[in-house]
């Protein structure tokens, strides 16, 4: 099969609708990652997305809608407490767990019966989505076990002869993926993201509830290894000197240095990728997963990133490098 990016026209929006209504599925960008998105209610389609990523069949897919009456389509008896949080945050990154309606595949929901939706803030998600009609069951566009794709390039690398179209919306906007949320009485954090603790707070007390008690994660993506490039990622802890002492005893040819440019300026390397203080964290969220990639296109073998304080989008970023981590120095 051709695979085709074309840019985010309104002609290549139409097309990218009709294609979804045909149950094909597509590469879109939204504000976080770009997903790989098919009809929601359709089984066949829902399991394309399966097949091409090499998903496991027991993580479930968030549902994406354009509007607040598609919600209805989907999900049941949401709180006040849910409805405030959509309010405030949607169109956005932040995803909810609800009571899913019956009519929700259950190989969308991994058997649950509970649905993950978000209503994206990307225009052009936004447009697809009203324009398909249907709400869009999709996944962050990577092959599983990869860095989630940031660009239409990397959707590229990773599913080209596999699916029809990829629109092209350019960089995303936070490069990690959204926040996902369980919400009763309070808000529990599945996975962290740019809406952020210290945000959810003035809403209800909200807890990081990665494993329930247990041990059994409640949102199973979390379970699956995740975010790997290639390369061997070390990260480094400590205070900036400390890190700075580190970086020194790492580096090499065979090296990618990533992140604040006062620690890992002037030091041998194939590539580095520098950030500088002005919305360091923001700027860290947003090229983290291009840098992996582009890494893995150099032929690098260590990729040496450090910390960041879990504060704000901190935490998720820290999520993420833990989680992909192979050796912590
Ligand atoms: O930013 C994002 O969320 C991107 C864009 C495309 O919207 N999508 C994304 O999807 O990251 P994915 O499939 O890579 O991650 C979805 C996460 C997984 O950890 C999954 O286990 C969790 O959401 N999830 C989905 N449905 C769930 C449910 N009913 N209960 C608990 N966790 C759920
Ligand atoms: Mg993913």
């Known amino acids: 099969m051709e695979t085709k990016i074309l840019s985010s026209d309104i002609n290549s929006i139409l097309l990218a609708a009709k294609l979804i209504s045909s149950n094909e599925i597509i590469g879109f960008p ?35 809608i354009s509007s607040l009456k598609q919600l209805d389509d989907v999900a049941n008896a949401y709180s006040d407490l849910a409805k405030k949080l959509m309010a405030s945050f949607w169109p956005g990154p932040l995803s909810l767990i609800l009571k899913a309606k019956d009519c929700v595949p259950k190989i969308v929901t991994a058997g649950l019966d509970t649905v993950a939706v978000r209503m994206p803030a990307h225009p052009v998600a936004r447009d697809l989505i009203s324009k398909a009609k249907v709400p869009i069951a999709a996944p962050s566009a990577n092959i599983s076990g990869k860095p989630s794709s940031t660009t239409a390039n990397h959707v590229y690398e990773d599913f080209k002869g596999k699916i029809p179209l990829i629109i092209d919306g350019g960089e995303c906007q936070f490069g990690l993926e959204s926040t996902v949320v369980a919400v009763d009485k309070e808000i529990t954090i599945l996975r962290p993201g740019a809406i952020t603790k210290e945000m959810l707070e003035s809403f209800a007390n909200v807890n990081y509830d990665i494993y329930q008690n247990n041990g059994a994660p409640r949102s199973p993506g979390v379970k699956h290894p995740h975010y790997h490039p290639n390369a061997r990622i070390v990260l480094l802890k400590g205070s900036k000197r400390e890190i700075r002492q580190k970086a020194i005893l790492q580096q090499g040819s065979h090296v990618g240095f990533f992140g604040r440019s006062e620690l890992f300026e002037g030091l041998s390397c194939k590539t580095k990728g520098l950030l500088e203080e002005d919305n360091f964290l923001y700027t860290y969220a947003e090229k983290l ?34 989680k992909a981590a192979d050796e912590i120095v």
Not at 48 to 64: E, G, M, S, W
């Open 30 to 64: 939204t504000e976080t990652v770009y997903g790989l998105g098919g009809n929601a209610f359709s089984e066949e389609a829902v399991r394309k997305i399966f097949t091409a990523k090499n998903r496991p069949a027991d993580n479930p897919l968030i549902v994406h």
């Open 289 to 322: 997963y291009a840098f992996f990639r582009e890494c893995d296109y150099l032929g690098v073998e260590t990729i040496v990133i450090h910390e960041v304080a879990k504060l704000g989008l901190g935490h998720a970023i820290m999520d993420r490098i833990t």
